[in-house]
């Protein structure tokens, strides 16, 4: 422990000044939203850019997508400069700095070194990420941000980053374990995180080369579009299982490492050949009598060549799986509405008197039920009111001893058995909506998640919605609520998950 | 009861691939109690014998121990009873000096003796509590020093611990070193200054090119007491007129001087050099090259006499 005790220690000005930094960058972003917003919605950026940030949707006035493209797309890059720098740091920057050597010298394994430097750099970047939440914490209670998106939701999609971090971190250990210098190693593994942030930028934007972003480890951690499609356990699984594997390479290469020579250093992979039989010759005649030449380790080679088979075998089967599977996930889109129901507005069958008017609001009613009578004012002939579907009364417009003209609604009748959510897709997502597709509806109020299917899918827009002028057009998606639980009733919020068709 | 040596070497090798001959057939024992010094020039390979004691580097053939401990299977164990301190290390510059030493104390998991800290911050003269970033090259040398010294280790092993000292803190160093092993403890330490290793070492042993050439129980090798005398003459006579010189050797004609090991009194070379005109003349200790000269001529190696007649 008294390693790991002293990197934090001597992280903890990089980890308050990084957490601070990205805390601050969070709550500027949060303080600016509300005024941006507006002008933001109007603005149309072209879809290959939206791409490249992980903008899903269109609309940048969308507090998901604005902190997706924002923060989130942008933010691990900065936490992975942290990581570089700091994992790095751990034994790589001990040497380079000229400190390794006492601390060498002191009783520890090599594998207790690295275990606790390792820990020690997971942990600075932890601290940065919960500072960063802090930032939403402290930013977003004072501001509206229009949609359901909630500080715990922020705070999780901070944290989500860790696994990223955690795998970089593994990679630089790595490189600070063959490589010759802490500079090295850092470029090393800077040049791999840009790599793999353009490489999801590039698989996004261009169609051709979608593949492309299999082999990043920034597409795993799911971050660009964390807000609106939350992230993957089998990302999750990928990104952590590749953190310990790289890590176990790392610490293999560690323990094999040759500390001050600075030179890239293989050889702790490589099976160690007998290269040296031959230098045999140069020697004095007493060679034969020489003590064997120690293996490293007490590991013999074949069992170090099998390890680090069966590592890059796990690697390798690691990526081929999640690629099977994330190619053949259906992505979701999150989108928001309410319960509707059809109407029928029952009018006045006859100009005349209300005589009887027996329905009651709220009443359920059944095809054909009689609801009251009516007098002709003419002819004094009695005309019964009756309800054309079953439904719940909703609205009761008259009442009895009125006078009413022929025509006048009279009741309002829904018809509960052709309920549904109402839900508003964006333009740019309509066209990956289709009928049939499942469709996850949670009741926040309730507690409630119930499973459907669409119904329908609207040909056309509705009119511009909202006070915003210039917001992108959306479509209705009905997904019949036929049956449900009787708490749900008319007008209730519902968000829904619709297992959409991938892009294609 | 079997006393394993501090430290034994047997047949160590170190070569690099690409074939950088680093240390070869090194075998060394030094046994308990004693002030080892390890003599050799830049690149003789000193260092890399004490990183591999210390499991820094491994060695590509043979083996080496500590207190009978492997120093690549029992490394911990090894460590565990060995105070270092390196040639060229940096100290953590955030810290201070009584931060190094309470850090290396509960990493070795001892209690700092508090009398030998104030003893050893008294002889050497430092302010523990200055950061050891404002402290000289020198100062920080002796931060290190006393973290090795700290945890009272069996072993201690000092490389290069002068350098960078002015002479009267060399002079504390050594006697350090001295009072160490009057504990029954152990030091081995590598220097390229003849002088200091004469004036403390029990034992010497001499690193060249990564070969041990020689190795010598300094109360039988007076020889290391010998001056060198250089002579510069008006008119230089032939090398045959210093032959039979009681208790002095002609060695080689170096620059137009004549060159001179003395070990048994000076008479008998003055008088000689008095048949001669003599302007200039200068005595001093060897320096690591007149020895090596020196061992090369006795062992009849004529090939490395540079400036032999």
């Known amino acids: 422990m008294v390693l790991l005790t002293q990197m934090l220690y001597r992280l903890r000005i990089q980890v308050l000044s990084y957490g601070l930094g990205l805390a601050l960058w969070v709550g500027f972003e949060v303080l600016l939203f509300p005024s941006v917003a507006d002008s933001l919605s109007s603005i149309e950026y072209p879809q290959a850019i939206l791409d490249a940030f992980g903008v899903s949707g269109t609309n940048l006035g969308d507090p998901r997508a604005f902190f997706g493209a924002e923060f989130f797309s942008l933010g691990p890059l900065a936490l992975g400069a942290f990581v570089v720098a700091a994992s790095t740091a751990a034994l790589a920057g001990e040497e380079s700095a000229g400190t390794m050597e006492p601390l060498a010298a002191l009783p520890f394994s090599r594998r207790q070194m690295f275990v606790q430097k390792a820990v020690a750099v997971f942990v600075a970047a932890a601290g940065v990420t919960a500072l960063t939440a802090l930032g939403w914490a402290a930013s977003v209670p004072f501001v509206d941000l229009g949609r359901e998106l909630t500080i715990v939701e922020l705070v999780g999609a901070t944290f989500a980053q860790l696994s990223f971090a955690a795998f970089l971190g593994a990679v630089g250990m790595l490189f600070g374990a063959v490589a010759p210098s802490r500079g090295t190693a850092a470029a090393c593994t800077g040049a791999l995180l840009v790599i793999a942030y353009l490489l999801v930028a590039i698989a996004s934007s261009v169609d051709a080369v979608d593949g492309l972003k299999y082999a990043s480890p920034y597409y795993y951690s799911d971050l660009s579009g964390i807000l609106v499609d939350g992230v993957d356990p089998r990302h999750q699984v990928v990104l952590w299982g590749g953190a310990l594997a790289v890590g176990y390479l790392a610490l293999i290469a560690f323990e094999g490492r040759e500390l001050g020579a600075e030179r890239w250093q293989f050889d702790a992979f490589l099976p160690r050949g007998d290269d040296d039989a031959s230098d045999g010759g140069d020697m004095t005649s007493d060679t034969t009598t020489a003590v064997p030449r120690r293996t490293r380790r007490g590991m013999s080679a074949p069992l170090r060549a099998g390890i680090f088979a069966a590592l890059v075998a796990i690697l390798a089967s690691g990526g081929l799986v999640a690629y099977r599977y994330t190619a053949s996930l259906p992505p979701t889109l999150k989108v928001s509405g309410r319960v509707e129901a059809p109407t029928a507005t029952i009018l006045a069958p006859t100009s005349g008197l209300v005589v009887t008017l027996t329905a009651a609001l709220g009443q359920t009613v059944a095809q054909g039920d009689l609801l009251g009578w009516m007098e002709n004012t003419l002819d004094k002939s009695m005309v019964p009111i009756t309800a054309p579907h079953s439904g719940r009364i909703t609205t009761l417009s008259l009442d009895q001893g009125q006078f009413a003209a022929a025509g006048t609604p009279v009741v309002v009748i829904h018809e509960l058995t052709e309920m549904h959510a109402l839900l508003e897709v964006d333009e740019s997502d309509i066209g990956r909506v289709a009928t049939g597709q499942a469709a996850q509806l949670t009741f926040t109020s309730l507690g409630l998640t119930v499973e459907g299917r669409v119904g329908s899918v609207d040909t056309l827009p509705t009119r511009a919605s909202g006070a915003r002028s210039g917001q992108s057009r959306k479509y209705e998606v009905k997904v019949p609520l036929a049956g449900v639980d009787q708490r749900v009733i008319i007008g209730l919020p519902v968000d829904a998950r619709i297992a959409i068709a991938p892009r294609s | ?309």
């Open chain 2, 1 to 309: 009861m079997v006393s394993f040596p501090a430290i034994q070497a047997t047949h160590l090798g170190k070569h690099y691939r690409g074939g950088v001959r680093a240390l070869a057939q090194v075998d060394l024992v030094v046994p308990r109690g004693t002030v080892f010094g390890l003599l050799g020039q830049n690149g003789a390979g000193k260092t890399t014998l004490i990183r591999i004691l210390l499991d820094m580097i491994r060695p590509t053939e043979g083996r080496a121990s500590i207190l009978g401990f492997d120093c690549q299977d029992d490394s911990v164990e090894a460590r565990a009873h060995v105070g270092y301190l390196p040639s060229s290390a940096n100290y953590y510059s955030y810290m201070t000096g009584r931060d190094m030493f309470d850090f290396v104390a509960r990493a070795r998991g001892v209690q700092a003796d508090s009398a030998l800290l104030d003893d050893l911050l008294t002889c050497l003269d430092l302010d523990p509590e200055r950061g050891i970033r404002t402290l000289s090259k020198g100062n920080q040398q002796k931060v290190g020093l006393i973290a090795a010294l700290l945890a009272k280790p069996e072993v201690v092993i000092l490389d290069e611990p002068t350098s960078g000292l002015d002479p009267l803190m060399q002079d504390v160093v050594l006697e350090i070193v001295r009072e160490i092993a009057a504990e029954g403890r152990t030091v081995f330490f590598s220097s390229h200054i003849l002088s200091e290793v004469e004036r403390v070492c029990d034992h010497v042993a001499v690193l060249r090119a990564g070969r041990l050439v020689g190795s010598f129980d300094l109360a039988e090798q007076r020889r290391l007491a010998a001056r060198i005398v250089t002579v510069r003459f008006a008119d230089a006579p032939a090398p045959s007129a210093f032959d039979g010189i009681a208790g002095a050797r002609f060695l080689r004609t170096e620059a137009g001087r004549a060159v001179f090991e003395v070990r048994e009194g000076f008479d008998a070379l003055l008088k000689r050099l008095a048949q001669f005109t003599v302007l200039d003349i200068d005595a001093h200790e060897p320096t690591l090259e007149d020895f090596f000269l020196s061992l090369y001529t006795d062992s009849a190696a004529p090939a490395v006499m540079g400036g032999g007649s």
